[in-house]
């Protein structure tokens, strides 16, 4: 039987804030049985986590705009009947290292259902080739999603891909626009990051393969950690400034409710299904980039996708095929 984890206090506190309502110390403290000074605490914690709450005099405290809690209720009501029925669990931490990494160490869910995690802190979020993925407490979407596989997909290097076009539907219905796809796995709006997809494996050389799908998205980003990711060399955008919902919840349902109808439809027909959406939505077809692939760069011009979902380049030496989960893209100045 799985141990039910106690809430922190400031976790508590974090949840009573989000809806929006200010609320003093004293009636938190009231509410949650703790001291004031105990709760004072909690919102300090919540602050150095990077989420700012606001006092206005003798209204009280509330978090700033954008910030929704995660609930799993919440969530699995939003689900369409037939997506739901193929969810096997659906749970939120607090905080964890990395969702992906929780999934990958937890038992494989049956066929045909998925395991759903989310975290509303990560403290060692990953994305490709071990880059660190800055997703701030209560700012982002931080969602992975296992799925067992009778046996490997013949497309499995474009799952990616399969993802990333399963995201576009998902926003699209939230009445997100400007959206589009960098390969091999990052969602865009106006040259800059809304989000990412990182494909994990557990298989065996023949057998049933556990897939573990993870997906960061930018929700509300806030200053500090646009400082952060712009000092790495980056630059970000969230759904707030693209005018989008940013209800966590909603987003949450939209994203699983799509993943867990294509992944059958993956499984039997692979990547062509999708492929056209894929090429709709490209951002770099057409546009000189440099794949990084080994010590030397190649540099080229994007022309788009093959059938497997694999990069085309047309370079000095002729047109390069490149491989998912091999190379790094930068669109170059």
């Known amino acids: ?54 006092f206005v005099p003798h209204r ?11 609930d799993v209720a919440q969530i699995l009501a939003q689900l369409p009947a037939h997506a739901l029925a193929r969810v096997a669990r659906c749970e939120v931490e607090w905080a964890l290292p990395s969702t992906n990494a929780a999934l990958l160490a937890a038992g494989e869910p049956p066929f045909g259902q ?15 080739r071990g880059r660190a993925w800055v997703a701030p407490l209560g700012g982002a979407v931080c969602l992975s999603i296992a799925w067992t596989f009778p ?13 990333g076009v399963c995201a576009l539907r998902a926003f699209g219905a939230r009445d997100v626009r400007g959206l589009a796809l960098k390969w091999p796995n990052d969602l865009v709006a106006d040259g800059r990051k809304l989000g ?89 077809r057409g546009r000189a980039i440099s794949v990084q692939l080994g010590a030397e760069p190649q540099v080229g011009i994007a022309r788009g996708i093959d059938a497997g979902g694999s990069l085309l380049v047309e370079t000095p030496a002729g047109l390069q095929r490149f491989v998912a989960g091999e190379v790094s893209v930068r669109v170059q100045a």
């Open 1 to 54: 039987m799985k141990t039910v984890r106690k809430a922190s206090l400031a976790e508590q506190v974090f949840r009573r804030l989000s809806d929006g309502q200010f609320a003093s110390a004293q009636t938190l403290a009231d509410e949650l049985g703790v001291t004031r000074s105990a709760v004072q605490k909690a919102m300090h914690a919540i602050e150095e986590a990077g989420v700012p709450v606001e």
């Open 60 to 70: 009280g405290h509330r978090l700033r705009d954008g910030i929704v809690a995660l």
């Open 114 to 128: 998925a395991a759903v995690l989310l975290a509303e802190h990560q403290t060692a979020g990953r994305g490709r």
């Open 151 to 163: 046996e490997l997909p013949r497309d499995l290097a474009a799952l990616s891909l399969v993802v």
């Open 196 to 284: 990412g997809i990182l494909i994990e494996m557990r298989a065996e050389s023949s057998g049933p393969a556990v897939v573990v799908i993870g997906i960061g998205v930018n929700v509300a980003l806030g200053a500090d950690v646009r400082a952060r990711v712009a000092a790495a060399g980056n630059e970000a955008i969230d759904l707030l400034e693209l005018g989008g919902d940013a209800d966590r919840n909603a987003i949450v349902a939209r994203l699983v409710g799509e993943i867990v109808m294509a992944l059958p439809k993956f499984a039997v027909e692979g990547f062509a299904p999708f492929s056209a959406e894929w090429r709709q939505a490209d951002a770099l």
